[in-house]
């Protein structure tokens, strides 16, 4: 045996012809396992191509989708004090607030924009699940209320997306007082006569589902979402009884009166405008005449790399 042309030789041309392969290449579908390729996902709006399982999409990749030509402005929002508590647990709540940035690229759980829907003048209010499970903490309250004070000051309809597992831990009370908050923001719209749309994601739950995301004029969900306070195995724990089969999920919900509609990822843009123009009291708009979602259309080509401008308001009759 040559121990250099048998074991040196091969060990050199391996390290040498070693390719790195990215981990994020693929995606597993939760629900029927099936490995998805991440750009075959991403066309379809991060929805199963096996199973049509709905999967989470981070609220950027949403607002690209849903405005006109993926052309958006993003809504400053004010920033609450960084770690009112000093909690800690197993790590210090800024360094937990530092990986959820690093891990997302965002800033915090929700992300407020504004455009045009189908040549629809909106604000829109995305959580991030992703962000800690999208938990509201004060900056999502902060959000809301941006969100809101910005749709009166335009006289635009509010679109909401909620995803989140309830409120933020980290700030105790502090979280909690964001419930009446976005409150008082959805009735800041009632009071303005303005449209007030919650779009129910997977899962919506706790704090979030019992304020701004059921005070919607109309209510919306993702197929198969998860919408509830408690979640069923705290239920079933707690009532010690087997619970009705897909209890809390969106069409579950629909069949009790809970929701108005649960729409598709891929038909839900369609459905806002026709829903939003009719509240507004807006010709319904011509399908054909739609500038297409996440593409940037020949005539805004040559100013993508300039800042959005916000275009006029409709006048209604």
């Known amino acids: 045996m040559n121990w250099i042309s048998n074991y040196v030789r091969p060990r050199i041309n391996s390290l040498f012809s070693r390719r790195e392969v990215p981990e994020n290449l693929w995606t597993k579908c939760p629900e029927c396992g099936t490995m998805l390729f991440h750009r075959e996902l991403a066309d379809n709006l991060n929805v199963c191509t096996s199973c049509d399982h709905h999967l989470a999409i981070s609220p950027r990749a949403r607002f690209t989708a849903l405005f006109d030509g993926g052309v958006f402005n993003e809504v400053r929002v004010p920033d609450p004090v960084a770690d009112p508590l000093g909690f800690k647990d197993q790590k210090k709540y800024p360094d937990r607030m530092k990986a959820a940035q690093k891990a ?46 910005r749709a009166v000051e335009l006289k635009r309809p509010l679109v909401l997306f909620s995803a989140a597992g309830g409120a933020r831990m980290q700030e105790g009370i502090l979280s909690l007082m964001q419930m009446p908050r976005s409150t008082v923001a959805v009735q800041m719209l009632k009071e303005a006569r303005l449209p007030y749309v919650v779009v129910l994601t997977h899962p919506t739950t706790g704090g979030v589902t019992a304020s701004y995301a059921m005070l919607g004029d109309v209510q919306i969900a993702e197929p198969n979402a998860l919408i509830c306070f408690a979640g069923p195995r705290v239920i079933e724990q707690t009532i010690r009884e087997k619970l009705p089969e897909g209890f809390q999920r969106a069409e579950y919900l629909l069949e009790h009166g809970m ?59």
Do not use: C, W
């Open 259 to 317: 929701l108005d509609r649960v729409t598709h990822r891929k038909k839900l843009r369609e459905e806002l405008v026709s829903i939003l123009r009719m509240l507004t009291r807006q010709s319904a708009p011509v399908v054909a005449d739609l500038p297409a979602p996440g593409v940037i259309p020949s005539a805004l080509a040559a100013e993508e790399e300039q800042p959005a401008v916000t275009p006029p308001v409709p006048q209604t009759t």
């Open 104 to 149: 997302t690229g965002e800033k915090e759980a929700m992300l407020v924009a504004e455009g045009e829907m189908g040549r629809t003048p909106i604000v829109a209010a995305a959580q991030d699940f992703s962000f800690m499970a999208g938990s509201m903490g004060m900056y999502v309250g902060n959000a809301i209320i941006a969100a809101a004070q």
